[in-house]
């Protein structure tokens, strides 16, 4: 059953009052937001486009699900905490159902993050979502990509390449099992956005970028922003176990250096931080994977086992549907 555009928000979108730092949010011309004393604004807007970012005939469940987590995973890329966000979506029609199932997706990952819907707007389209996010970080130790200096350490957060995986089974080029199914479509559609580390890593990391587009593309922004270059140490990339065991290492790292859709952290540290850096990871608070080294130069080095090699970095292939 299609609903009108005022029904629709009334009733999949309003939230109760009462969120932190909200004077007025969901149903008025603009929201008023109270920025808390003390703290910048990190702003970050991604748009997700049916068939290219997501399969069209997606869950709208896990469609929601994606697509606030992959903005979330923005702030952590600046050390930033949530606060509030704003959707822009597009529908080919307004069907009940499936705005019912969208809207329960996308507050259950809001509560779990709690970060509060504040505005937004629906129109009729192309299947399209605009997700702009809005959080706050302390001035001075927002996490940005242009302070790495020669001499840091390249680290991440976790495993990567899942992403070009998940995204190999979903186009039926690589056929898994049921528990290495659930394992790759949990993470296309549920990535896990690392905010507790990045709020950690505030104060040790010097630049920080999180990896949507490949390994060697979002180091290689870290570069360019810095001016520096890097040496990235293959036989260290962390690869996932399903990963390992379905493919060879040449197209596992590959996945990892180019395939992009993994949102863990890629961040460097200076040799004055790393005791500090060893501590909270003695203390299990940061899990990490140490895997080069800032450089003079430009661009990204890859070596294997000391070895210079060549590396196929076309970066990042969207979901490419026909239908």
């Known amino acids: 059953m299609a609903v009108g555009e005022f029904e629709l928000i009334e009733r999949y979108f309003r939230q109760e009052a009462g969120a932190l730092g909200v004077a007025m949010g969901v149903g008025d011309d603009c929201a008023l937001l109270n920025v808390p004393e003390g703290q910048q604004l990190a702003v970050s807007m991604d748009t997700l486009v049916g068939g290219i970012h997501f399969p069209k005939n997606a869950d709208p469940e896990l469609i929601a699900e994606r697509a606030l987590r992959v903005n979330l995973s923005d702030l952590a890329a600046m050390g930033a905490e949530p606060m509030w966000f704003t959707l822009g979506l597009t529908l080919p029609n307004a069907n009940s159902q499936w705005v019912k199932g969208f809207s329960q997706g996308l507050f259950r990952v809001a509560n779990e993050y709690n970060i509060a819907l504040v505005g937004g707007d629906t129109t009729r389209g192309h299947l399209s979502i605009t997700i702009q996010v809005h959080g706050t970080v302390e001035p001075g130790r927002a996490l940005m990509r242009g302070n790495a200096s ?174």
Not at 170 to 193: C, T, W
Not at 201 to 222: F, R, Y
Not at 267 to 293: C, N, W, Y
Request: hydrophobic share 35%; glycine share 10%.
């Open 150 to 323: 020669v001499g840091d350490e390249v680290f991440v957060t976790g495993p990567v390449g899942n992403g070009a995986a998940a995204l190999a089974v979903i186009k039926q080029e690589l056929e898994v099992g049921k528990s290495a199914f659930n394992y790759f479509m949990d993470h296309y559609y549920r990535p896990q956005p690392q905010l507790q580390q990045a709020k950690t890593l505030c104060g040790i990391a010097e630049a920080a970028i999180d990896i949507s587009d490949g390994l060697v593309a979002d180091l290689g922004h870290i570069c360019e922003q810095s001016v520096v270059g890097a040496t990235l140490h293959l036989e260290r990339v962390p690869l996932s176990e399903p990963v390992t065991k379905l493919v060879p290492f040449e197209k596992g790292i590959q996945w990892a250096l180019s395939g992009g859709d993994d949102y863990q952290l890629c961040f460097t540290v200076p040799p004055s931080r790393m005791s500090q850096l060893e501590a909270l990871v003695d203390q299990k608070r940061l899990q990490v994977h140490h895997i080069g080294e800032i450089t003079r130069g430009k661009g990204v080095t890859c070596l294997y086992n000391g070895e210079e090699v060549s590396i196929n970095t076309e970066g990042y292939q969207h979901f490419d549907s026909k239908g």
